[in-house]
């Protein structure tokens, strides 16, 4: 098409269709709240790119019908030839604005030719072809100019007369592939509206052969998808990091002034905590405390200031030994509100000045700092973590547990130079210190250093033989790297410590599965799910289990698939692997565009879960092809993405 133009056979009937497919609306009501819907262009008229609409047109046409007759009563099929002449020995010299306009006068010679006809609307085969062929001259125009604002005005023109086209005949192969390539040259480009024609030729080629896709036969020699896959993974590589951009911007803006996010799930919390070396201490301590119940008797009124504090802390920790993480916060929360208040006041007050210099004597100080840095980061308040976090190694310089958690702080912040120099000093201080070990394996894998990563988990267990965290890590990095025999063993360490522990489970559940053992990979999910019913990644896993094994039937149990995504979610909503999984299963099963809309919807309700771009982007990944190929469908008037429906 870029080297020849179009042909048409002029022994063939003019009028080629009886009706004109219903054309593609503006688009916004396809488009969630994510993603800016452009303005829509003005449909081309086929006379005249700077004329009246063909909306206009068609409400003139009785009117002005005589008229033409009377004007142009010379006017003739031989005429529109002549004039498609010149256009391409004009296209041959590279004088494409000559050949455009040729073509243009083609054109409304075409239109005039069908006045007074009974078909004076349906545009003819030869139409279709001088506008696909002017739109080859903008587009060829649009190159010999470069960059710049004529460029993309060519772009526009050549975007127009295809979409006119395509409005008239959808499934015109040259017309779509012309109008992937301008949005690709589009300034900047329009890389949204790319993977909308993308899906559209997709869809076209999928409907075209829908019985051999159907029955799983091989497509004719010769015969392959319109678009190659390096290209589609191309255009997705620019587009991602555009929409992730937008979320996030979006999330920001609709986030109220000083909120934090949810915390994740118990199970989640649970990990973390186990992670730190003392973890023990605090649960002993707090299991030797008073019960909850007995401290809020004493929490009243009369309190003084430094006790509330005191007192608080005791609850929130003992709060956490109950597993009541949401409490436990707020107990946290308010005690920090009291040493804000008292630290403000304490400057031009002298008792809060005294109340201030006993609290930070006290030794339960730097614990309420902690505890209050590690809740604000479970909130994914990395600000108000570090704050925390840094007031408590000024207390406590040597606490190697402190520059950890501090660490863990950079990490999420994606600050890894700061993070690798906390390990460092911790592990200065104290070269044993297992946590540091522990978390600085994860970094390790962050930066796709897996012989580090295991080489740090290896040292781990030799001095923490007890520490299963620490095994199922290793088998994860074993995993990682394929090596399915030493993260079996890791794994049976792990269960040898912790034999009712729902990780080892789901863990072995995954091996198993990546060795196709799909009833043993079942049975430990179900041990998974039963040992902490609080563990969603046991619930995505069991569910993989269930779609990739067949009923029955002969087919895989979908609905308990669903049912148990769904509950996923319901136990972490923030766990973003189920809401992939869930809307990859729902779109395949949807049998109307209203379907597929709710799974725009599922993608849109993840995301606002998301704390991180990192987090969003295989939910953002899977909304915008999934947006993409409902905006394809409604353009091309289909009513289902679903070729089995």
């Known amino acids: ?163 006119t086209l395509l409005s008239h005949e959808a499934s015109h192969a040259k017309a779509r592939q012309r109008k992937l390539r301008l949005l690709e040259m589009s300034q900047p480009p329009r890389y949204f509206d790319a993977m909308i024609e993308i899906c559209a030729m997709q869809l076209l080629f999928m409907q075209e052969n829908r019985d051999r896709l159907r029955m799983g036969l091989p497509l004719p020699a010769g015969v392959k998808p319109p678009v190659e896959q390096d290209r589609i993974e191309k255009i997705m590589h620019e587009l991602l990091p555009l929409e992730l951009d937008k979320i996030m911007a979006s999330k920001e803006k609709e986030k109220p002034n000083g909120s934090a996010s949810k915390l994740p799930a118990s199970h989640t919390i649970m990990q973390l905590l186990k992670s730190f070396r003392g973890y023990n201490a605090w649960m002993a301590v707090a299991a030797r405390d008073e019960s909850v119940e007995s401290l809020t008797t004493q929490l009243n009124d009369e309190v003084q200031s430094l006790e509330k504090i005191k007192l608080l802390l005791r609850r929130g920790r003992r709060h956490a030994f109950d597993k009541t993480f949401s409490n436990a916060v707020d107990d946290f929360d308010a005690a920090m509100d009291i040493v804000n208040e008292v630290t403000a006041a304490a400057a031009s007050d002298e008792s809060h000045k005294s109340v201030l210099l006993a609290l930070e004597t006290d030794e339960d100080y730097p614990r309420l700092l902690e505890w209050a840095g590690l809740c604000r980061h479970l909130r994914y308040d990395l600000d108000g973590a570090v704050e925390c976090y840094d007031k408590c190694s000024d207390l406590e310089p040597t606490n190697t547990e402190i520059l950890v958690k501090r660490a863990g702080v950079k990490m999420d912040a994606g600050k890894v130079d700061a993070a690798v120099e906390l390990f460092q000093t911790a592990l200065a201080l104290e070269p044993d210190a297992t946590d ?56 049976e360490s792990a269960g040898k410590l912790d034999p009712n522990s729902s990780d080892v489970h789901s863990y072995r559940g995954e091996l198993y599965f990546a060795k196709g053992q799909l009833e043993d990979a079942k049975e430990e999910f179900e041990k998974a799910m039963e040992n902490d019913p609080n563990n969603p990644n046991a619930f995505v896993n069991a569910a993989l289990v269930v779609l990739n094994t067949p009923s029955s039937s002969g087919m895989p149990d979908v609905q308990e698939g669903i049912r148990l995504l769904n509950q996923a979610i319901k136990i972490d909503p923030q766990f973003h692997a189920a809401y992939v999984h869930l809307g990859q299963l729902k779109l395949s099963m949807a049998t109307n565009l209203s379907d597929a809309r709710d799974v725009v919807a599922l993608y849109d309700k993840g995301i606002k879960e998301c704390r991180t771009k990192e987090e969003a982007k295989d939910i953002c990944s899977m909304r915008i092809l999934a947006v993409a190929q409902v905006e394809a469908a409604s353009a091309l008037n289909m009513e289902t993405l679903n070729m089995q429906a």
Not at 129 to 150: C, F, H, W
Not at 450 to 475: G, I, M, N, Q
Request: aromatic share 6%.
């Open 1 to 163: 098409d870029d080297e020849e133009l179009e042909e048409y056979d002029s022994s063939k009937g003019s009028n080629v269709s009886a009706a004109r497919p219903r054309m593609r609306e503006s688009g916004t009501g396809f488009l969630p709240q994510f993603v800016e819907a452009e303005q829509s262009r003005p449909e081309t008229p086929v006379m005249s790119n700077v004329k009246q609409s063909i909306a206009n047109i068609e409400e003139a046409e009785i009117e002005e019908e005589n008229e033409m007759n009377d004007s142009n009563p010379a006017l003739s099929f031989a005429d529109l030839e002549e004039l498609d002449k010149q256009g391409k020995i004009f296209f041959k010299a590279q004088k494409y604005m000559e050949a455009a306009d040729c073509f243009t006068k083609a054109l409304e010679v075409g239109e005039a030719l069908r006045k007074g006809k009974p078909n004076a609307n349906v545009v003819t085969k030869q139409e279709k072809t001088l506008l696909n062929n002017r739109s080859a001259m903008y587009e060829k125009q649009a190159i010999a100019v470069g960059e710049g604002p004529d460029a993309n005005m060519w772009v526009d023109l050549a975007l127009a007369d295809v979409d």
């Open 436 to 491: 540091a070990l522990l978390h600085r394996s994860n970094l390790h894998m962050m930066q796709g250093k897996t012989e580090e990563s295991k080489s740090d988990l290896e040292r781990c267990v030799a001095l923490k033989p007890d520490f299963t965290l620490a095994y199922l890590r290793l088998a994860t990095v074993h995993m990682a790297t394929n090596d399915i025999d030493n993260a079996m063993n890791a794994l």
